[in-house]
């Protein structure tokens, strides 16, 4: 879907000049995504292109190609490809929509050009391809035939798109969405579907000369306002189901038209787009503010000669897909780039986030330096309020009364971007905020209380209704747009300011030069990220599902959380590059829903401000934990890896040497940590925060959270620290605790206690000395304390028991909600467990018979220990 048009229109005109004036027509009204169709051999679709972005930068454009008018005549398959292929290469668009034009089929169709393409494995670059399908089909036999054709199609792993075609039979539409939906299971693609504005000459057109391929009821074509009623149930489906709109006929000309539009979608779709990029320019009514709300797009034409400032937080590192950039890029001739380092962001961005910030912020200024302009670094004084004064000196020397930041959605960046706002607005300058660190804005969501497929702040209720609500997340800019942007923009001429390294940030000195293995490990730019989402995406992708717990397989996971944290990737750059891999449903899945428990995390932080340090279950604030010395001394053995447990003791030296584990390992110290050492949790989370090269704000305390208990997915297993299934090789555990590396198998290593006097002799161990004995000798005694210890503390708070036994939170819009509850904690309201609850053998005997056995399969997998992670 285009980032920032409500709908994609397709273009009809006469020459360039008219081509230009319509896109001049559309893009003041919002739109910024077009079709170009193809019905002549001559069509010049390459300098169209060019023209529309000559009027309109930014434009997302979907190139036809007709198979049938390109076709080279007189010559072979072969030709025909070539041609094809060619064009493909040479394209400008950001799609191609390949069809093969009305009529009989020939050897030359969409299916065998789709084979050609698979074959000439074309480099990543070409545009996004796309098919049409026609689910309208008044025949049987014909739809099944088009249901067979398209599967055909997508079986060539090119597909991206599928644009649905016109007809009028909402009954077909829902079968053939049905169907798309079906295929998606197994390949991943979009969806866009075509309307017809009803508009009384459109009508009567479809009456007397009806298209090849058009279905119209006798209903549809009665008049304008029947059309309208099965266009708004058109439009409808089409939202439900994501399916990116496109007008197609007869274009959207005037002022008329586009009131029409609107009357069928523009309210919703206004508020829907309006989500990316808010401004506190114009706060007026002007057009131009009114324009802003539609489509938040600029015209290089209309570029202010002011300069601006463009101001880079910790999370955005990056030139690539980053709203703010464009913003400023697009509305301002002179753009001065600018990093501010205060003595707030030093409190909560730390350790090793500082190291590798410090390194991205490098290569993000090298980056700039090529479109010459240069990063300006500020090292703000400590009682420079956020900044501020600072930036209100930068902005007077420079004579700018625009700065642009990508808002940050921690509590801390959140606050400062609110300070930082009121201030510069008080001071006559306006602030214009994006959001370009997460898929979708978690301002925009709400989730109500109560049960939807899942508990309240679980994974897919949250998914689904950020789906429904906004659609798939918007595609990431193409590199080439930005690329024209910075090329069009020129640096203000400012006194010198401070270098990276003169910055106070990652300053490491004297002998223990902690910071040199992870900048070796983690090196930080923007092509570095690339490089390593594209390599994860041709292997680790495909072994994701199965082998995402080794810790002892290199590239079992995407690696990529370090980038994700600091800017120098963008969510959306790898949500596509995932869509787009060709893989299917069942491969991808579990990798997409990573990034939406990305997003979660950011929700549950913009409703409970204080989960970094505070339980969202607020109850559990009365959890009895190990106190005092015995405290201190376990949790100084799991910080620095001396537990005697193996995988325990090899994860945590990973993590203070690279500043990075696997998520496996992560539950596992936590779990650890949490259930058998019985530390608070907020102790574990303040480490990772300060050890981890992705220590981020919001993911971090959820994480912790949830194996504290006190989260709103509480987790519900424990990771034993024994078994040790995220290393059967037990090569990583001797390759982070080499005094066991000896031992002759993955068995000893993971419990060198079980060994023999003379199998530890001679692999040169000496329990207590050269490894240390186990800290905690009685894992169910500890577990069973744990345990123990919040059955107490729920019996304490039964205002917080649900009549179900399960834990109430309190909403920030002061709504209760029951949140998931592990079976062993459930009480009833005298406190006794809960043996069997009838409510829930009365639901299992209302459920079908397959359904049924699903749930409590899936129960029972929930319920056991081990878990795939
Ligand atoms: C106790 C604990 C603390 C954690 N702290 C952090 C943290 O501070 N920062 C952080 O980025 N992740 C954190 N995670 C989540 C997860 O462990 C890491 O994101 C993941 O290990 C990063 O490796 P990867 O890029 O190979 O992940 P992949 O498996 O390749 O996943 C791809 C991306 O999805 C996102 N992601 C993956 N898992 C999660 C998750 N559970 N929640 C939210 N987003 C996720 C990450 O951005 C990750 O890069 C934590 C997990 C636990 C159990």
Redesign the pocket.
Known sequence: MSRRSPARVELFFKDICDLKERVRFLDSHGFCSYNLVNKNKADALNDWVQAIKEVSPNANICCHYSLKYNKVPRKGPKEQEERLLSALQLSRANEVLIISGSGQKTAWNTVSALEAVKSASLPHSVPLLAVAYNPYFPEKQDQEEENHRLKEKLESGCIGKVYLQFGSDLDRLRNGLEYLHKLKASKAFSIAGSLFLPTAQLISQQKFRPWNGVFLSQEFLRGPENAKAILHEMVNQYRTNNVEILWEAPGIRTEKDVKLVLELTGAVDAEKHKGSFTSSVNANNSPQQKRLKISDNFHLSRRSKEPCLLIFGNHDVRIRDNRSLEAATSAHETVLPVFLWTVEDRGYVTGAVQVVLKDALRSLNSSLESFNLSLACFNCPDNDNHGISTIKEITEKLGAKAVFWNRECTTEGRDRDSKRKAALESYGISVIESQSSLLYDPDKMDLTSGFHGGHWGTLMPFLKQCKMKFGEPIRPTPYHDTFGLLQSVQSPTYPKTSSIDDLNMARISGKQLWDEPIRKRFPMNEKLALEAMES?CRSGLKS?EQE?SRADKEGA?????HH??IGTLS?NQ?YWRIEDSGLSYDKVKT?SR??F??D??YYQLACFPNMRYKCIRSHYEDLEWVIGEEEMRRFNAWKRGKTGFPIVDAAMRELYETG????SL??VV?SFLVEYLRVNWTK??EW??YT?V???SA??P???QN?GKSGTDQWNFILSPTTASQDPSGNYTRQWVPELSKLSTAALVHRPWEATEEQLESAGIVLGETYPHRIIRDLKAERNRSVDATLEMRRKSQQFNSDRGYDLIQLPNGETTVVFTKKEYRLDSNGQLFKDDGLRRNTRQKMSGNKAKLKSKREAKANSLTVKL
């Open positions: 994860f994701y995402r996971t995407g690696c990529l959380s994700l944290r969510p790898l990798f990573r990034l428990w990305r979660l995390a990075w584990i696997t998520q992560r539950m936590a574990g989370c990772f925060h981890l992705d220590a981020d993911i971090n959820m994480m912790w194996a």
